[in-house]
C-alpha cells in the first residue's frame, strides 16, 4: 500500500529563519510526490512537486524540496520564513499503479512567529 | 482555487436530512475527486470519477452517494445513513492522461455542520 507520513503536526519557527517541514513516504515503485498549501477555510493549493531525478525542487512562493531516495523523505524547505507562510502543509503520493488515486498525510501545521 | 467552483461554502444540516454539495469545474479535467478533511487525518477519499457516467468508491464512501452526468460536474450527496457527517468537503479535479507528474486542483471546500 501507498503512504505519506507527516510526523509533526506543528511547527513553531520565527520569522526570518529557515523551516523545515517534514514528509515520508512509503511506495512500491516510483514516487510521484506533491506538496500542498491549505489557508483557513480554503482549498488546497499547490506549491511544488517531485520530478525523478531533481533531487532539490523549487516551487511556488520560494519553497523547496529536499528528495532523499535512501531516506524516503520529501521535506519542504524555506531559507527564511515569512508570517504569511502560517498554514496547513499536506504532503502527498500518487499511487503508481491507479494514477487516479492520491494517498495525503495528516498534514503539518506551521506557526510563524514575528 | 483555480476553475473549480464548491457550493454553498457552509451548509447546515438537520440530523435525517440528505443534502447535496455542488462542484463544478471548468478545466475541461477528466477526474474529478471527492475528499473528506477531518482536524488531524488529512484527506480522506470519498469517491472519484474518471469518465461521465462512472465512479468507483474511495476508501469511506458509506453514506454518501455521486453522479457524474456531465463532465464538468460532480455532485455529492451525503446521506442520512452517514453518521458524521460534520466536516470539511473538498472536490479536486486532474486531467487524465500518462504523465504522472500532473498535480490535483481543488476547489474552496464547502463547510458541512450537522445540528
Known amino acids: 500500500a501507498q503512504s505519506v507520513a507527516q510526523p509533526e503536526d506543528q511547527v513553531n519557527v520565527a520569522e526570518g529563519n529557515p523551516l523545515t517541514v517534514k514528509c515520508t513516504y512509503s511506495v512500491s515503485g516510483n514516487p510521484y510526490l506533491f506538496w500542498y498549501v491549505q489557508y483557513p477555510n480554503r482549498g488546497l493549493q499547490f506549491l511544488l512537486k517531485?520530478?525523478?531525478?531533481?533531487?532539490l525542487v523549487k516551487g511556488s512562493y520560494g519553497f523547496e524540496a529536499e528528495f532523499n531516495k535512501s531516506q524516503t523523505s520529501f521535506h519542504l524547505k524555506k531559507p527564511s520564513a515569512l508570517v504569511s507562510d502560517s498554514a496547513l502543509y499536506f504532503c502527498?503520493?500518487?499511487?503508481?499503479?491507479?494514477?487516479?488515486?492520491?494517498?495525503f498525510g495528516s498534514g503539518t501545521k506551521l506557526n510563524v512567529k514575528p | 482555487d483555480g476553475g473549480i467552483t464548491q457550493s454553498p461554502k457552509y451548509l447546515f444540516r438537520k440530523e435525517g436530512q440528505n443534502v447535496t454539495l455542488s462542484c463544478e469545474q471548468n478545466?475541461?479535467?477528466?477526474?474529478m475527486y471527492w475528499y473528506r478533511q477531518d482536524p488531524g487525518q488529512g484527506l480522506r477519499l470519498i469517491y472519484y470519477s474518471q469518465i461521465v457516467n462512472d465512479f468507483q468508491k474511495g476508501d469511506i464512501a458509506e453514506g454518501y452517494s455521486v453522479s457524474r452526468e456531465k463532465k464538468e460536474s460532480f455532485p455529492l450527496t451525503v446521506t442520512s445513513a452517514q453518521k458524521n457527517p460534520t466536516a470539511f468537503y473538498l472536490c479536486a479535479s486532474l486531467p487524465l492522461g500518462t504523465d504522472p507528474y500532473n498535480e490535483q486542483f481543488f476547489g474552496p471546500g464547502t463547510r458541512l455542520t450537522v445540528l
Open positions: 502527498a503520493v500518487r499511487d503508481p499503479y491507479n494514477f487516479n488515486k492520491f494517498y
Open positions: 478545466l475541461n479535467h477528466d477526474a
Open positions: 517531485y520530478i525523478t531525478g531533481d533531487n
